[in-house]
């Protein structure tokens, strides 16, 4: 078992991020909910984590506060030793619903960022194109959201996202809305693109199996409020891919984390 805030830094390694003592309150008319209180975890350079915990422990506001859409109510973020505020171009964010601009075509949608970067025309559309092909959608890139099937949509976001060129990758729940077919095909293409970026991942899932199967380290939640209970390190080696659920020591991995985060749903239903 890790400490809260995970591993140390070894030789060669950077901090990319670092989440320190982070308290989040929401005040409304029925009084204060403390949704995160005291979260603290240093993720590396090109690190693939994923959070797991109970529904309402937090998971999703401690995204939003790296994303800098929401403010901590006391703690920080660090990003490269830079306090974040804000949003920026550094972090890219996938939620689990596709966020799409319905009147333009999946090239379109993908060439945004590299057009808001003032990117000359033709070096967007071959950014965009790169990472279309990434997530197998060359047939579709003339066609319009509404066309496109949800797994699809979810392509185009991930391919967004990636065109955007962000340093770190933040994902809700990005596959948690589709079938388990499309959700398997879709962890096998990010594993395959993650493997080939190296980007830094902060990946939300209520899907054990997911985490297992995607993360280097799995960060369990407390049920509300939210704090880091345990991290977990993965210690399967990659490539991975659907055939690895099968493998003795992912089963392992997956009932021990499993009943760490069925121990904080009996918490819940207290």
Avoid at 41 to 68: H, Q, R, W, Y
């Amino acid at each position: 078992m890790a400490g809260e805030t995970g591993r140390s830094v070894t030789p060669g390694e950077n901090v990319k991020i670092q989440i320190k003592d982070v308290k989040k309150e929401y005040h409304g008319d029925h009084g204060t909910t403390v949704a995160l209180n005291g979260v603290n975890l240093d993720i590396m350079e090109n690190e693939f984590i994923c959070v797991v915990g109970p529904s309402g422990c937090g998971k999703s506001t401690l995204l939003n506060v790296l994303a800098g859409l929401h403010e901590a109510s006391s703690g920080d973020c660090y990003l490269d030793g830079e306090r974040i505020v804000g949003t920026d171009v550094k972090r890219g964010v996938v939620f689990q619903q596709y966020a799409l601009f319905p009147w333009q075509t999946v090239i379109q949608n993908v060439m945004f960022g590299p057009q808001m970067r003032r990117l000359p025309k033709a070096e967007c559309e071959a950014i965009a194109r790169k990472y279309i092909k990434m997530v197998g959608l060359e047939d579709f890139e003339n066609s319009y959201p509404k066309e496109l099937s949800g797994g699809m949509k979810q392509r185009v976001a991930i391919a967004r996202a990636y065109a955007n060129n962000p340093e770190v990758l933040l994902m809700d729940e990005p596959f948690g809305a589709l079938d388990a077919q499309t959700r398997a095909q879709l962890q096998t293409e990010l594993l395959k693109t993650w493997e080939e970026e190296r980007k830094t991942c902060f990946f939300i899932t209520h899907d054990v199996d997911e985490a297992v199967l995607l993360a280097q380290r799995v960060v369990i939640m407390s049920a509300r409020p939210g704090r880091i209970k345990r991290i977990v390190d993965i210690d399967i080696p990659y490539p991975r891919d659907q055939g690895t659920k099968s493998q003795p020591r992912f089963m392992e991995l997956k009932a021990e984390i499993w009943n760490e985060v069925y121990q904080e749903y009996l918490e819940v239903r207290k």
